[in-house]
């Protein structure tokens, strides 16, 4: 898409990590409307060395400090990279968890975080690729929890859940996440059945994990799961800080903590603390809530 201001050259409108916000470039605000141009943008660190933030001076003279782990959607005269009709040209086998991917993304063109992933594993899924497997199981959070739409990820939390435990902890992760997604989902559908051998599969996976283990690992493994260490205290230091970008990585990493121990049935929380934790998160991070970044931009 380009639009046209104030008389000058059109400029396409993408969403840009932090790091790439460049002279030139014009955020977005929630009007839609774009701000003043950017006049110069620099990395700082923290005092350890680490990367931090963007600091950004638009030509009026507004500091805008960006978290470096944020996307922003600007409005910008470079060229675009692969996008829409790239995604349309790619064939996928129809009834594949590909081609849903694609019908997804191609019905959210704004969302290019989800645009990329469907690129890069619209022509095939490999599943012997962990990095595939993490994708998906990214795109499937994406859709359920943060467009508030589990049909759209149904498709793709299929392909993972048909996926078993090998002895590679890369390719299980994202299926054991898969696993205990669809649980909740099956289980708010009222298909308790079907939550309850999602379930049962994930405890087995994550035995079958234990086993490979030895000695004092073997302990730690199993208490991740029966009584992990949430990020609480991180999650409020974020907001806090107004840094919504992490805020959002670490209630995704809450959520998958509290899927996982429903969907485990080995916890020494109750279910029903559990369900209403899992709602909470749902709710903060879906569509509207608070910590949903979805179209973050500039005011």
Do not use: C
Not at 8 to 16: D, G, L, M, N, T
Not at 164 to 192: K, S, T, V
Not at 272 to 297: C, I, K, Q, S, Y
Request: aromatic content about 4%.
């Amino acid at each position: 898409m380009s639009v046209r201001f104030d008389g000058e050259a059109p400029r396409h409108r993408r969403s840009v990590p932090a790091r790439d916000i460049a002279p030139g470039d014009r955020f977005m605000r929630r009007s839609g409307l774009p701000s003043p141009p950017v006049k110069s943008a620099r990395v700082v660190r923290d005092s350890f060395g680490t990367d931090a933030y963007v600091s950004v001076r638009l030509a009026d003279g507004t500091e805008v400090i960006v978290a470096i782990a944020s996307s922003i959607r600007v409005y910008t005269e470079r060229t675009p990279g692969r996008g829409l009709e790239d995604l349309i040209a790619v064939q996928a086998e129809a009834g594949s968890a590909e081609e849903a991917l694609i019908a997804a993304s191609t019905a959210r063109p704004d969302d290019e975080a989800l645009m990329d992933v469907a690129l890069k594993l619209g022509p095939g899924i490999n599943p012997r690729a962990g990095a595939h497997l993490a994708d998906l199981a990214w795109a499937a959070d994406r859709l359920a929890v943060e467009h508030g739409d589990p049909a759209a990820a149904t498709p793709l939390l299929a392909f993972l859940t048909s996926l078993d435990f090998d002895g590679n902890e890369g390719r299980w992760r994202p299926i054991r996440h898969a696993l205990a997604l669809a649980a909740w989902l099956a289980r708010r559908q009222g298909h308790d059945d079907a939550a309850v051998a999602l379930g049962a599969r994930l405890a087995a996976g994550e035995e079958a994990a234990i086993a490979e283990l030895r000695g004092p690992a073997q302990a730690i493994r199993r208490r991740e799961i029966t009584d992990p260490v949430m990020p609480d205290r991180e999650i409020q230091r974020a907001r806090d800080t107004g840094a919504r970008a992490d805020e959002r990585e670490l209630r995704l990493l809450r959520l998958d903590l509290l899927l996982t121990q429903l969907a485990h049935g080995r916890s020494g929380v109750g279910p029903a603390e559990l369900g209403r934790a899992v709602a909470a998160e749902f709710v903060a991070l879906g569509p509207g809530g608070e910590a949903n970044t979805l179209g973050d931009d500039v005011r």
